[in-house]
C-alpha cells in the first residue's frame, strides 16, 4: 500500500510559463511525493518538457513557484535530468560521467572511482574508452541515466527517456527505472506511451494543450478518471 501521508519531494504551485505573450504552461499545482515515481502523460506538445525543464530549474517560470525538498547529505546532488535524446560530449564513455561529477564539484580523488561504479551498476564497464557519440541509441539512454545516477540524485527528471529506442531498449531503461526505483530514488519522467505509464506510474499528472488536466494516483487514474480528456486519451481518442 503506498504511505498515505508521504512527504513531497517536489512542490508545484500556481506554476505558470510563456514566451512572447503567449501562455504555454497555464498555471499548475501539485507534489511529487518522496520515493514515488510520477509520471506526466500526455500528448505531444502538452507541456511535458516545458514543464519538467522548469522543474529542473532551466526555465523561469512566470509566475508561480517550484519547492524542492533539497534536505540531501553532502555530496549528494538534489537533482538530475536525463534528456530524450542524450546529450553527450565528444569524449569516452569513462570522461562523460567523471565530466559530469566534476563540473558539480565532485573531488578529482573520487572521479574514478565514482565512475568506475556507475558504469558498473549500469552495465556499461566494457564501454569505457569507446567515444560515447558512437554507442548506439539504447546504450547512450544507459549512459546519461548512469552519468545522472553519478550524481547520486534524490530526485531524478526524464524527458521521454525511451522515445526514441526500440521495444528492447525501452524495456532495458524501464526495468533500470525500477531499480533506482527500489533504491529509493524518487522519479519524475514524462511519456504519451500509456502503456509505458500503466507500468511504471505510481502517480500520474496527465496533461493536455499546456494545462493540468487530472493530477491523481495511477491507479485511480486509469481505472477511473475524472474528466472526459483523460477517458479520450485512456481510450486511445486524441481528439483535441
Ligand atoms: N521555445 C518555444 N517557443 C515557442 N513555443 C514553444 C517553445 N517550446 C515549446 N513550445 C510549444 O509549447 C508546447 C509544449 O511543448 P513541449 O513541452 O515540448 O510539449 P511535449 O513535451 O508535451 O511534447 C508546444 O506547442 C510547443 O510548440
Ligand atoms: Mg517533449
Given at each position: 500500500?503506498?504511505?498515505?501521508?508521504?512527504?513531497?519531494?517536489?512542490?508545484?504551485?500556481?506554476?505558470?510559463?510563456?514566451?512572447?505573450?503567449?501562455?504555454?504552461?497555464?498555471?499548475?499545482?501539485?507534489?511529487?511525493?518522496?520515493?514515488?515515481?510520477?509520471?506526466?502523460?500526455?500528448?505531444?506538445?502538452?507541456?511535458?518538457?516545458?514543464?519538467?525543464?522548469?522543474?529542473?530549474?532551466?526555465?523561469?517560470?512566470?509566475?508561480?513557484?517550484?519547492?524542492?525538498?533539497?534536505?540531501?547529505?553532502?555530496?549528494?546532488?538534489?537533482?538530475?535530468?536525463?534528456?530524450?535524446?542524450?546529450?553527450?560530449?565528444?569524449?569516452?564513455?569513462?570522461?562523460?560521467?567523471?565530466?559530469?561529477?566534476?563540473?558539480?564539484?565532485?573531488?578529482?580523488?573520487?572521479?574514478?572511482?565514482?565512475?568506475?561504479?556507475?558504469?558498473?551498476?549500469?552495465?556499461?564497464?566494457?564501454?569505457?574508452?569507446?567515444?560515447?557519440?558512437?554507442?548506439?541509441?539504447?546504450?547512450?539512454?544507459?549512459?546519461?541515466?548512469?552519468?545522472?545516477?553519478?550524481?547520486?540524485?534524490?530526485?531524478?527528471?526524464?524527458?521521454?527517456?525511451?522515445?526514441?529506442?526500440?521495444?528492447?531498449?525501452?524495456?532495458?531503461?524501464?526495468?533500470?527505472?525500477?531499480?533506482?526505483?527500489?533504491?529509493?530514488?524518487?522519479?519524475?519522467?514524462?511519456?504519451?506511451?500509456?502503456?509505458?505509464?500503466?507500468?511504471?506510474?505510481?502517480?500520474v499528472v496527465f496533461l493536455a494543450s499546456g494545462s493540468l488536466v487530472e493530477?491523481?494516483?495511477?491507479?485511480?487514474?486509469?481505472?477511473?478518471?475524472?474528466?472526459?480528456?483523460?477517458?479520450?486519451?485512456?481510450?486511445?481518442?486524441?481528439?483535441?
Open positions: 500500500m503506498p504511505d498515505k501521508h508521504p512527504s513531497a519531494a517536489l512542490s508545484v504551485s500556481g506554476l505558470s510559463f510563456a514566451i512572447g505573450g503567449t501562455t504555454l504552461i497555464h498555471p499548475m499545482s501539485f507534489e511529487v511525493k518522496t520515493g514515488r515515481r510520477l509520471v506526466v502523460l500526455g500528448p505531444n506538445g502538452a507541456g511535458k518538457s516545458l514543464l519538467l525543464r522548469l522543474c529542473h530549474g532551466l526555465l523561469q517560470p512566470v509566475a508561480g513557484q517550484v519547492h524542492r525538498n533539497d534536505h540531501h547529505p553532502a555530496g549528494r546532488r538534489a537533482h538530475a535530468m536525463v534528456f530524450q535524446m542524450p546529450v553527450m560530449l565528444r569524449r569516452s564513455v569513462f570522461d562523460n560521467v567523471t565530466h559530469a561529477l566534476a563540473t558539480v564539484g565532485v573531488p578529482s580523488a573520487q572521479l574514478r572511482s565514482r565512475a568506475v561504479e556507475a558504469l558498473n551498476r549500469f552495465g556499461l564497464t566494457g564501454f569505457s574508452e569507446r567515444p560515447a557519440r558512437l554507442l548506439s541509441g539504447g546504450e547512450q539512454q544507459r549512459l546519461a541515466i548512469a552519468r545522472a545516477w553519478a550524481l547520486r540524485p534524490d530526485l531524478l527528471f526524464l524527458d521521454e527517456p525511451t522515445a526514441a529506442l526500440d521495444p528492447s531498449a525501452t524495456r532495458l531503461i524501464e526495468a533500470m527505472l525500477g531499480d533506482l526505483h527500489a533504491e529509493g530514488v524518487t522519479l519524475m519522467m514524462s511519456t504519451h506511451d500509456l502503456g509505458q505509464a500503466r507500468r511504471l506510474a505510481d502517480d493530477a491523481s494516483e495511477a491507479h485511480r487514474f486509469f481505472n477511473d478518471p475524472q474528466t472526459h480528456q483523460a477517458r479520450a486519451f485512456i481510450a486511445g481518442d486524441l481528439v483535441w
